[in-house]
C-alpha cells in the first residue's frame, strides 16, 4: 500500500481531492490496473451502529462488528472492491486478494488511527463449499466504500473508491467531498412513527428432531466413530411484518456487550446478525490470540445460586472433558503451524447475561511466517462447533442437523491493511430476511450427554435471540 503525505483535513477541498483522484487515475493509468483510493479522517465521536442503521439500504451490502465493554466498533456500507471464494483454498485466494488489493491501493490521512485505512471485511461458511440457495457464499471478502469506526474516543471515517483509467472523477469527488462533509457533522436520522418497533406476533417452525438426532450421534459416539459433535437447532420464525436487523441488533448488542455484536448483510434483503461470545483468532502487533470455549450451564437468580452454578460446572467431568477436547485440538494445530501456544494449566469461567461456560485463553508470537488468514484456515472450524477428530465428525453434521448452517458456526471478521485483525464464530445468531428469520443454537455432544439436557441448554441459547427480536 502506498501511503502519501496528504492530509485531507489540511487540504480540505474539492480541488485537492479532485487532483489526489486525477493522481490515482494517472496511476492507473501507467500501470495498466485499476487502483484503490483510501481517504481516511479522524472525525467527531460516532456511533458506528448508529450511522449504518442512518444509512442502512436493505439493496446494499454491509457490515457491523462491536465489543461494548471494549469501546470498540466497526461497520461498512457498499463496496469498492470484493471477491468470493469456495474449497479448501478459500482462505489462501482470500488472502490473495488482499495482498493484490493492498499492492494497488493509494492511502491518504489519518492511516494510522484505530481502523484507519481500508479494512477487508470477511465471511466464511462453516461448511467449504456453498449449498444451493445459500444467502452466502462459502467465503466472501469486500473492501467497503464507507467505513466508521470506534476505538475508545476516537472515531475514524474512511472512503474507498475504486479508480480505473476510465472512472469519471467530477461524480466520485462530488460523492466523497458530500460524505465528508456528513460525517463531519453527522445528524442522525430521526424514525418515523411508522418505523417504531412493534412487537410481533411470531409463528415458529423447527427443522428436524433435534432430541433424535442427538440420540443417534450419541450412538455414534459410543461406537468409536467420534468423540464430540456439535450440532444445532434452526427454528424458523414468521412475523406480520417485516424485520429490521439492526433494531434487532442494538437489542443484542445491549444485552450482551461482553460479547461480538454483528451484522452481516448480503445486499439482497438477508442479513446474518448476532451476539457471538467465541472469538476465533485475533492478530494484533505480531501476536495471536485465541480461546477454548466450550461446556455450560445457566446463570443463577441471585450471587449464591449463580456462584454454585459456576463451581458446578468447574467440577463437571462431562463439560470439562468438552473443553478439554476444543483446547487440545487448538493448541496442537498452532503446534503445528510451528507456534508455541501459551495458556494457563485450568480452565475458567466466561459469565454472559444468560449462560456461563468454561473458557481458557491461549495466545502465541506470530514471527514472520504464519499470517492471520493461515492461522484462521487451520483453527476453523474448531471442536467448538464441529467435533472431534474434526473430519469425521464434520462429515457428519449436516445429515444428522437436516438443514444447510450457512454462516452459523463460520470465522467471521476482518484483516487490515498492516496485516492484524480479528474474527469470531458466528453462533447465538438468526438468518433475517423480511418477515422471516431463522435462529440457530448448538451444543456439544459428548459421552455422557442427554439429550434432554442438550435440548435445554439450545432452549436457553435461543431464548435470548427470541427475545430480541420480539423487543
Known amino acids: 500500500m502506498t501511503i502519501l503525505p496528504l492530509h485531507p483535513a489540511e487540504h480540505a477541498s474539492p480541488d485537492a481531492l479532485r487532483a489526489f483522484l486525477a493522481d490515482c487515475r494517472a496511476a492507473a493509468v501507467k500501470d495498466g490496473h485499476a487502483k484503490l483510493a483510501s481517504i481516511s479522517l479522524a472525525v467527531e465521536a460516532l456511533d458506528p451502529l448508529a450511522v449504518l442503521e442512518s444509512i442502512f439500504d436493505p439493496g446494499e451490502p454491509h457490515f457491523y462488528a462491536e465489543r461494548p465493554t471494549l469501546e470498540t466498533a466497526i461497520s461498512g456500507a457498499e463496496v469498492a472492491v470484493a471477491h468470493e471464494a469456495q474449497g479448501a483454498r478459500r482462505f489462501t485466494s482470500v488472502q490473495h486478494f488482499i495482498d493484490e488489493t493492498l499492492e494497488h491501493t493509494i492511502a491518504v490521512g489519518d492511516v494510522d488511527a484505530p481502523f484507519g485505512g481500508p479494512h477487508f471485511f470477511s465471511a466464511f461458511a462453516f461448511q467449504a463449499e456453498a449449498e444451493a440457495g445459500d444467502p452466502f457464499p462459502a467465503a466472501r471478502v469486500f ?6 469506526a470506534r476505538a ?4 475514524t471515517a474512511v472512503a474507498n473508491l475504486l479508480i480505473t483509467a476510465e472512472s469519471e472523477l467530477g461524480g466520485l469527488a462530488e460523492r466523497v467531498w458530500r460524505a465528508h462533509g456528513k460525517f463531519s457533522r453527522f445528524r442522525y436520522r430521526e ?3 411508522a418505523e417504531e418497533p412493534v412487537l410481533p406476533n411470531f409463528s415458529t417452525h423447527e427443522t428436524g428432531d433435534y432430541r433424535a438426532a442427538v440420540a443417534q450421534a450419541l450412538a455414534r459416539i459410543q461406537a468409536g466413530e467420534f468423540e464430540k459433535i456439535v450440532l444445532a437447532r434452526a427454528i424458523d420464525l414468521a412475523t406480520p411484518q417485516p424485520l429490521h436487523p439492526l433494531r434487532v441488533l442494538n437489542g443484542l448488542r445491549q444485552r450482551f456487550p461482553e460479547c461480538y455484536a454483528f451484522s452481516l448483510a448480503n445486499g439482497r434483503g438477508q442479513s446474518f446478525i448476532g451476539a457471538s461470545p467465541e472469538r476465533l483468532v485475533r492478530v494484533s502487533k505480531g501476536v495471536l490470540e485465541t480461546e477454548a470455549l466450550a461446556g455450560s450451564i445457566r446463570r443463577g437468580a441471585g450471587a449464591s445460586e449463580d456462584a454454585a452454578l459456576g463451581a458446578s460446572l468447574l467440577r463437571s467431568e462431562k463439560d470439562r472433558r468438552e473443553q478439554r477436547l476444543v483446547l487440545e485440538t487448538i493448541t496442537d494445530r498452532l503446534t503445528t503451524l510451528g507456534l508455541k501456544p501459551e495458556f494457563p494449566a485450568l480452565a475458567g469461567l466466561r459469565r454472559l447475561a444468560n449462560v456461563q461456560h468454561l473458557h481458557t485463553p491461549v495466545r502465541a508470537v506470530l514471527g514472520d511466517k504464519v499470517r492471520l488468514l493461515t492461522a484462521l484456515g487451520w483453527l476453523h472450524p474448531t471442536p467448538a462447533v464441529g467435533g472431534t477428530p474434526a473430519d469425521v465428525a464434520i462429515a457428519r453434521i449436516r445429515a444428522l442437523e437436516g438443514f444447510s448452517r450457512g454462516l452459523y458456526g463460520g470465522a467471521i471478521g ?10 469470531f464464530v458466528g453462533i447465538r445468531s438468526a438468518l433475517v430476511d423480511g418477515a422471516r428469520a431463522r435462529m440457530y443454537a448448538g451444543a456439544g455432544i459428548v459421552a455422557g450427554s442427554s439429550p ?3 435440548f435445554a441448554e439450545t432452549e436457553l441459547k435461543l431464548k435470548a435471540m427470541l427475545d430480541a427480536l420480539s423487543a
Open 452 to 454: 434432554e439436557k442438550e
Open 152 to 155: 475508545g474516543a476516537t472515531t
Open 191 to 193: 424514525p418515523a412513527a
Open 414 to 423: 476482518w484483516v487490515n491493511a498492516r496485516g492484524g485483525g480479528e474474527f
Open 143 to 148: 473492501v467497503p466504500r464507507w467505513q466508521v
